[in-house]
């Protein structure tokens, strides 16, 4: 299995839902990544957790909240989102090791109204 | 931090060579990488080169870097209507989030 993979592929959710995006991987990846992307913008960093501790959160509003219960899965739980979180969520995973490449998952195209 | 700069498109006829480029500022970049993305897709990692390299070539991609310009290029050779894509340049130093330039969308014309 050498893929990443993510649920669900849309989500439509108001403002006072709550939802949660979950990523999959099987290749024995330690660290894993939560990315926002918006229209004809590159990918934004949002969170990174290595070895199923978090060790990045650059700063992102509480609303959303990941959670990592184990090697192979990461959640990202949204409440009392905001239309402007409206975006793509990417999910990516990386190998400790020389090249550091990072396989992304094909996302989740989330919009908020 | 690295500060990565992409030329937003570019335009090829089919069969001619694209080069998409790429110039950043933190020579301490270890590990270069190109991603394409099609439209309603996540990113596809294609091709890396280490810093360590001038060039690296994978079937019809070469990956040039001049460390001294700070610049990379992804060369496609024949580029066919399905390589349309936006085409990102990352940059990592090994145990540190991708740096991700803004993007070339790449438009080849039948």
């Known amino acids: 299995d050498t893929e990443v993979t993510q649920t669900p592929k849309h989500l439509v959710m108001g403002m006072t839902n709550k939802k949660s995006l979950k990523c999959e991987q099987h290749m024995g990846h330690r660290a894993m990544y939560w990315y926002k992307q918006k229209a004809k913008k590159p990918p934004e960093l949002m969170f990174v957790?290595?070895?199923?501790?978090?060790?990045i959160n650059e700063s992102v509003p509480s609303r959303f909240s990941p959670e990592c219960p184990n090697s192979s899965l990461l959640n990202l739980h949204l409440h009392a989102l905001q239309p402007e979180d409206s975006a793509l969520y990417l999910c990516a995973s990386t190998s400790p090791g020389a090249r550091n490449e990072q396989f992304f998952g094909p996302g989740t195209r989330l919009t908020v109204l | 931090g690295e500060d990565v700069e992409q030329s937003l498109f570019l335009s090829v006829r089919e069969g001619d060579s694209s080069v998409i480029n790429c110039t950043y500022t933190?020579?301490?970049?270890?590990?270069l990488y190109w991603y394409k993305q099609e439209p309603g897709a996540g990113l596809q990692l294609l091709t890396y080169i280490f810093s360590n390299m001038d060039m690296k070539q994978d079937q019809r991609l070469t990956v040039l870097l001049n460390k001294k310009d700070k610049h990379l290029s992804l060369r496609i050779a024949d580029t066919q209507t399905g390589d349309s894509a936006i085409y990102f340049c990352a940059f990592s130093q090994g145990n540190t989030p991708l740096v991700f330039g803004k993007g070339t969308r790449l438009s080849v014309i039948a």
């Open positions: 933190d020579s301490s970049s270890t590990y």
């Open positions: 957790y290595s070895y199923e501790k978090l060790s």
